[in-house]
């Protein structure tokens, strides 16, 4: 099942930064500068992302860049809070 918040539109750098904190939270979290099509569960080797989800996925990060200089930054915090 797509979640919800891969279909809302991000309208302001919060939006953003909920984004990618729900990515997180979902353990849906990729690298920016990968296609979503190049993205394969570490469970069960197939692809994360069915095509429909692939291509809201492009728009969202897309708009992600729109509001954040650097959003890897963030990622990067988030994982890295993990370890």
Known sequence: MTPDY???EIKSEF???AFICYLYFDN???H???EPEEIYSIEDDRPAFNKPEC???RARVSE???YMDDPYQLCLALVTEKQ
Do not use: E
Request: proline share 0%; net charge positive.
């Open 6 to 8: 891969f279909y809302k």
């Open 64 to 66: 992600v860049f729109k």
């Open 15 to 17: 939006h953003a930064k």
């Open 28 to 30: 849906k979290m990729f």
């Open 32 to 34: 920016f500068a990968s």
């Open 55 to 57: 291509d809201l996925l």
